[in-house]
C-alpha cells in the first residue's frame, strides 16, 4: 500500500488546515487508518485514528478541533485542522494498516506560526 500526504504549509494561530493522504489500495478494503505527527525533539504520537466502521478517535490535544475523514470519491484519508495552535507545528503522517501490515507516507509539514 503506498501513501502520498499533501496539504502542508504555513499557518497563522488560529487558522486552518486540510490535509489530504491519496492511498493507492481501496480505502474501503482498509481497516485502519490514521494521522500521526511529529514535532521537532519529540517522538511521534497517535493524532487521529478511523476505522471500516466509522469510528473515529482523537488524541485529547485535538479533539472538538480536528476531524478525520475518508472521501471515497478521492479514495482518500483526510484531516480538518482548525484552531490551530503553535504547539500543533510538527510534520503529520497519514498511515495505514492492510493484512496486519502497517504503511506510512512520507509526511507533510504543519507550520503553526505569526
Known amino acids: 500500500v503506498q501513501l502520498q500526504a499533501s496539504g502542508g504549509g504555513l499557518v497563522q494561530p488560529g487558522g486552518s488546515l486540510r490535509l489530504s493522504c491519496a492511498i493507492s489500495r481501496s480505502i474501503f478494503d482498509i481497516n485502519f487508518m490514521a494521522w500521526h505527527r511529529q514535532a521537532p525533539g519529540k517522538q511521534r504520537e497517535l493524532v487521529a485514528s478511523?476505522?471500516?466502521?466509522?469510528?473515529?478517535d482523537y488524541a485529547d490535544s485535538v479533539k472538538d478541533r480536528f476531524t478525520i475523514s475518508i472521501d471515497g470519491a478521492k479514495n482518500s484519508l483526510d484531516l480538518q485542522m482548525n484552531s490551530l495552535k503553535p504547539e500543533d507545528t510538527a510534520v503529520y503522517y497519514c498511515?495505514?494498516?492492510?493484512?496486519?501490515?502497517?504503511?506510512w507516507g512520507q509526511g507533510t509539514l504543519v507550520t503553526v506560526s505569526s
Open positions: 498511515n495505514a494498516v492492510v493484512d496486519g501490515v502497517r504503511s
Open positions: 478511523i476505522i471500516r466502521t466509522g469510528r473515529t
